[in-house]
């Protein structure tokens, strides 16, 4: 672990509000784009891609060499980390149009409880007994929503299930993230896994038969913000604070996603959530908080 100064501190708590605010307006964008969930999810990953090339190119940093300094495992990780970006996006914006986006990114929100389990399992990490009670709390609010959708009619079972995939493809991808990132800087790692899951998207795309290139005249303004501010805002600024700090604990970022969203959801697009669903949604979010707020605070 880094022994961080002073200024640098400062500047990743900056970074922390930055992602924050940043990864907030994602399921807007893409529910305002008049796009499916494939297409948003091609278009968000293969311009950043461009403009992390971009960002490269200026720095004269030639990519032969990058490909030269990268082992076969390293690859490999790359090249699962974008598969499941990929999946995890592609499920997850597909369920911003069966569900309401209150409900969808508070359970894909869900995944720093997933990668808990995850380092405490495979990276044989300590996690505190407040820790477990969050875990608990938090896939019981889970199981209450997929409860809510078998009894109500107003929820989309595949909607929910799609979400809480897509929770679970993105941990793996930031548990991944942690890993190489101790080695390659955020750039490399950033190019190589946005393009790797942006052409894993495009494949998906003819699979299911849908033309991700018909969007873009309509859309294009809502893929560009997608690419710029959650993408590179948020997921690029997540992979920097991947190499200073645990991946639960970076990812505990997206606490704030499902405010965010449903504040912007209920006055851009008259979504409204009923008692019943706001009081699982509250479960969930107070369990994912008391996970890893202490450590959160005690890291920055």
Known sequence: MFKLKNKEKLLHVL?????????????????????SGIACAFWRLSISSALILIIISVNRRGLPKILRDLDKQEILMLIVSGFTLAMHFVLWMESLFRILVAI??????????????????????????ISIAGLVMGFLGITLLFWEAFVSRELDTLGILESFIASILVAIYFYIGRLTRRRIDVYTYSLYVYTVASLVVLCYSFIVKDNVFKYVEKSWIWFLLLAL?????????????????RSSVVTSIAFVEP??????AAFVLGEVISLRQLVCLAIVLTGVSISFASELIGKI
Do not use: D, Q, W
Not at 229 to 245: A, E, Q, S, W
Not at 259 to 264: D, F, G, R, V, W
């Open 15 to 35: 970074l922390f509000i930055v992602a924050m605010v940043s990864i907030g307006s994602a399921s807007i964008f893409v529910r305002l784009s008049l796009a």
């Open 104 to 129: 969808s990114t508070t359970i894909v929100v869900a995944y720093p409880l997933h990668l808990t389990l995850i380092e405490l399992i495979i990276g044989k990490e300590r996690v505190n007994i």
């Open 229 to 245: 501010i959650p993408m590179l805002g948020g997921h690029t600024v997540m992979n920097y604070m991947l190499k200073f700090y």
């Open 259 to 264: 405010i965010i969203a449903s504040i912007l």
